[in-house]
């Protein structure tokens, strides 16, 4: 039987949390928290006693999708049975930590009416699933939108090889499949800009 690493961004919603204990066998707890939380963590971990089990915490300080991403990635590279409960905190923290997983290629786990349903994230390292040139495409996105014809030609690409990596085909993912990049505008001013998983790949890419 698998025991997991439980990976917690600790907010209001805390029952959340012993359910996740209930009903996925775990080892050690991580608790990830923003300063305002900081009792709250102090509380909990005395509440968290009576399961006996090792608790490592992270205080998120300065840019908290970076330092999300820094934590998740280093975890990932220490542990191979993670698993975060999301539905523990609001769903801007969720929305940032289910974002990280995705990238990283970490299960994750909503509750709702006291269930738990694993969510829909990559089984694998997202940055896996990108290739050389569609890294090149991505981070040619960095500084903001680009018609395709601009990005096009800093990626030294022509139109139809663009099209695949953004769009791809029966056999391979395009960018736009995986989420990474958005298209904005209409038919004849249309752009590509990176999305918010787009933009934390990077991040992650550059760590």
């Given amino acids: ?16 949390l012993f359910i996740g204990l209930r009903e996925f066998p775990t080892r050690k707890l991580v608790l990830i928290y923003t300063k305002d939380k900081k009792r709250d963590v102090s ?27 820094n934590i ?20 801007s923290m969720a929305s940032i930590v289910l974002s990280a997983a995705s990238i990283i290629g970490i299960k994750a786990f909503t509750v709702f ?4 349903f694993i969510l829909p994230t990559f089984k694998v390292n ?9 890294s090149e495409i991505l981070k040619a996105l960095v500084n903001g939108p680009l018609s395709l014809s601009e990005l096009a030609k800093k990626v030294r690409l022509s139109p139809p090889l663009l099209s695949y990596h953004l769009n791809g085909n029966k056999r ?9 990049v958005k298209v904005q505008g209409g038919l004849r001013n249309k752009t590509v800009a ?9 991040r992650f890419l550059n760590t």
Wanted: overall charge negative; cysteine-free.
């Fill in 1 to 16: 039987m698998t025991r997991y690493t439980l990976i917690v961004p600790v907010g209001n919603n805390i029952q959340s």
């Fill in 126 to 134: 997202l940055s896996k699933l990108v290739s050389k040139k569609k």
């Fill in 43 to 69: 509380l909990l971990k005395e509440q968290l006693a009576i399961f006996r089990l090792p608790i490592e915490t992270y205080e998120l300080k300065d840019n908290i999708l970076n330092e999300t991403l």
């Fill in 194 to 202: 990176l999305s918010d998983l787009g933009s934390m790949l990077i």
């Fill in 113 to 116: 009416n006291d269930v738990p």
């Fill in 172 to 180: 391979n993912h395009g960018l736009l499949d995986i989420g990474l």
């Fill in 72 to 91: 998740l990635a280093r975890l990932h590279k220490e542990n191979d049975d993670l698993i975060v409960n999301t539905s523990t905190t609001d769903a």
